[in-house]
């Protein structure tokens, strides 16, 4: 009956991390393939809660890759410390003011989800965001 | 097999359709913070969404309480926010609870804080959960049936500052700044508002009978790690309304709080499983009532005499809070056990009756110390038991009178929730002693514990985009034998409340919710049965960067002159991601249902009853605007 009862609260609280997981999945899906023209995306991270957030894409063409070099983009989880040298996603404003190579950034401010992308640092790493997500590109930062 | 993954890729494409701003509405929408503190086990819950708040611009609590089944927004006597209003009686809400971020607002005189938060501005609010009937043991100090729950706004969701100002009919006009910042482990909100509201003014027989009022305010809430703190300061200065008057003829009053709160709460143990809450509540209060004529009096002779036309009052009201609660998992049972001890104290009163010093001056020293056990019982995978106690053992001493007592609060529900249907009865039984407030009103200088019995159900079944619900609610209170000056009235008193309610999501973004009810209640005041019937329906819509609101609230007492509906309508115009501009109507036809406010007129010697009827809502026409940086 505990068994009952833990899986009913997991039940709830998966639906919950469910729902949040769905969209951030594919909003992060978006902010990687409007930079990359690739057939294939490879992202490094080594954050369970990122892996977990990967797993839920739909688009085939993001795959995740244990080894940095390989990779096309880090995602880099809120505090975690730099450990690949490629052009990182972040989820909180302060890294990515701080980071120099955070290329975008997906965080809340004012209480609504926010996407920024910075044109000097995608530049650096001769990318370009392509297609609706271009309105977020800012030249500060 | 097939139907399967064409199932999947229909899902697919369903989600790929949304534009990317319309993707991260929809995850504002879906990690929307009332989904984490929320407790349907509570009670019959009605949330209001931050997105809710911000496309109704709801920019005080009193426009939330307007649609739903068992009360709304009233205003007693002095203007002072109270839900169950009962004319002529000073102040009824004292059974309605009023929380923010989980720490009780209440007051040493009155029993409750509703008449402090209960119409404060929502600028710092992120969203509201309000409960009907009674809830969890676990939750209030004292007995409910009504909790009304705030959440100030979460600062790793709101980095950076935010300005909003707006302003409107009769020159009303309020602005609040906020700042918000957040690292892993620490992170800060901070709040401030100014509110200059100027609210519609009547008269009778040439006096004028203002509720205008003046209020500053400013929190500050700060985690670190596992300890949350929050700090608030309300200066509020505000026009006596009717005063105290018997012959509603007010002259040259004003009242005045400043409130100071401090909280804090620390969860301990790996599953934060063990939680102590710390809490102190201020209240330095000013009351400076003059009148033509007497204040309220039962004494005829002091009707005719005029003894008191002046009433001044300088008091400080302390509330200190402590609670312990642990919450352990066994078998098929989820226990919460919990200990709490209120501090509860009136003094430093200083009265002015005519200008003279009362010198035997009022005042209050309570402790409450309260034990309670709730467990919820897993019978089978989506259904569950409930059931709460709790004691609380009293030590109240005040001018008035001094008894040690204990009362007693039991609760038993059940909830069964499924895909598409969810299930709610809910049974309880409280014991009710006399608030300080009501003892000066009392026949004897006794302490009186009153029982209440609340039965309800409410049963919601969702079909596709709608959802359709009902709920009953018995509610049965015992009469007072000292504040009820009438004789053989009955023992107890039977309430009966029923609504029917109607959702639908026509799509993420635009959506109705309408509710029909009908309450049979005792008014204990006139010791009659009156009947209540009313409803409403909103419709939250948006075109592109639009957000329009409208709704409607119907509310008709019968055998009485209050009749009438509230139109809210408004519209939000997102010129960019930081600015925002906005316009609305409340009230727009002046048409909203009075409150009745009772009081005499001589003739010649004989004293006759006559009432004003004034409604809580003005007609309120406001634009504003709202930039983040």
Redesign the interface.
């Known amino acids: 009956?505990?068994t009952?009862?833990?899986?009913?609260i997991m039940f709830l609280f998966n639906n919950?991390l469910a729902?949040?997981i769905?969209?951030?999945s594919?909003?992060l899906e978006?902010m990687l393939t409007s930079m990359s023209s690739k057939n294939k995306v490879l992202i490094y991270t080594k954050s369970p809660k990122m892996k977990k957030i990967v797993e839920r894409l739909?688009n085939t063409k993001v795959r995740v890759t244990n080894n940095c070099k390989r990779a096309d983009f880090a995602l880099l989880a809120?505090?975690e410390k730099k450990t690949c040298d490629k052009p990182e996603i972040v989820f909180?404003?302060?890294g990515y003011m701080h980071d120099e190579d955070a290329v975008g950034v997906f965080?809340?401010?004012?209480?609504?989800?926010?996407?920024r992308f910075s044109l000097k640092r995608l530049a650096h790493f001769n990318l370009q965001v392509r297609g609706?997500?271009s309105k977020f590109v800012s030249s500060n930062k | 097999m097939r139907l399967f993954f064409l199932l999947i890729i229909v899902f697919s494409t369903l989600l790929q359709a949304y534009d990317i701003d319309q993707m991260l509405d929809l995850y504002r929408k879906d990690s929307d913070l009332s989904q984490k503190t929320k407790n349907e086990s509570l009670g019959h819950l009605t949330v209001y969404t931050r997105d809710d708040l911000e496309r109704m611009q709801a920019h005080n609590l009193g426009e939330l309480l307007n649609s739903l089944r068992s009360f709304r927004y009233d205003e007693n006597m002095l203007g002072m926010p109270d839900v169950l209003h009962t004319d002529p009686s000073p102040y009824s809400s004292d059974t309605v609870k009023i929380f923010i971020n989980n720490h009780e607002i209440t007051s040493a005189y009155a029993g409750s804080g509703l008449f402090i938060y209960g119409n404060i501005d929502l600028g710092f609010v992120d969203h509201v959960e309000i409960y009907e009937g009674s809830t969890s043991t676990a939750v209030n100090s004292e007995p409910a049936i009504v909790t009304i729950k705030l959440y100030s706004k979460d600062p790793a969701r709101e980095a950076g500052g935010h300005l909003q100002a707006y302003g409107g009919s009769r020159g009303m006009n309020h602005e609040n700044v906020s700042y918000a910042a957040a690292s892993k482990d620490f992170k800060y909100y901070l709040y401030a508002s100014r509110s200059d509201i100027r609210r519609t003014h009547y008269t009778n027989e040439n006096y004028d009978i203002s509720r205008d009022y003046k209020q500053k305010h400013a929190l500050m809430t700060l985690d670190y790690k596992n300890i949350k703190v929050g700090a608030e300061y309300i200066d509020h200065k505000a026009d006596p309304f009717l005063s105290l008057s018997m012959f509603a003829k007010p002259k040259d009053g004003d009242m005045s709080y400043k409130l100071k709160r401090v909280s804090s709460t620390m969860s301990f143990l790996d599953d934060d499983s063990l939680k102590l809450s710390l809490s102190f509540i201020r209240m330095n209060e000013h009351l400076n009532f003059n009148m033509d004529g007497t204040l309220w009096t039962t004494n005829p002779l002091d009707v005719i005499l005029v003894t008191q036309d002046s009433l001044v009052t300088d008091s400080v009201d302390d509330v200190y809070s402590a609670k312990l609660e642990k919450k352990t998992v066994y078998k098929s049972n989820t226990f919460l056990l919990g200990a709490n001890y209120i501090k509860k104290s009136l003094h430093d009163v200083n009265t002015y009756n005519n200008g003279v010093l009362d010198t035997e001056p009022t005042f209050v020293d309570n402790s409450i110390v309260g034990l309670y056990m709730q467990d919820d019982f897993a019978i089978a995978e989506n259904q569950i038991i409930t059931a709460s106690l709790k004691r609380n053992q009293y030590y109240s001493k005040s001018n008035r009178a001094e008894r040690n007592f204990h009362t007693f609060q039991t609760r038993l529900g059940y909830i069964a929730t499924s895909k598409k249907s969810t299930f709610k009865a809910f049974a309880s039984s409280m014991e009710i002693p006399t608030e300080q407030y009501a003892l000066a009103f009392a026949k004897t200088n006794e302490i009186e514990l009153l029982r209440l019995v609340d039965v309800s159900a409410e049963y919601a079944r969702h079909i596709n985009a709608a959802t359709l619900g009902f709920c009953l609610e018995y509610l049965q209170n015992q009469n007072s034998k000292i504040l009820i000056k009438k004789e053989n009235i009955p023992r107890y008193y039977d309430n009966y409340s029923a609504s029917v309610k109607y959702d639908y999501d026509f799509d993420p973004f635009n959506s109705l919710k309408s509710m029909l009810f009908y309450n049979r209640y005792h008014n204990p005041v006139s010791i009659t049965h009156e009947s209540v019937m009313g409803g409403f329906a909103r419709l939250l819509n948006t075109y592109k960067k639009f957000d329009i609101y409208n709704e409607i609230d119907y509310r008709k007492i019968y055998s009485s002159e209050i009749n009438g509906y509230v139109y809210n309508a408004g519209v939000r115009y997102r010129a960019t991601q930081s600015l925002i501009f906005s316009l609305k109507g409340v009230n727009i036809f002046n048409s909203a249902a009075t409150s009745r406010y009772s009081y005499i007129t001589m003739n010649g010697l004989s004293p006759e009853q006559k009432s004003l009827y004034i409604s809580p809502i003005d007609r309120t026409l406001s634009v504003g605007m709202e930039y983040s940086f």
Do not use: A, C, H
């Open positions: 009956m505990k009952v009862i833990l899986l009913l919950l729902s949040d769905k969209w951030e594919l909003i978006k739909i809120e505090d909180n404003y302060r965080f809340w401010q004012k209480g609504r989800p926010t996407i609706e997500l």
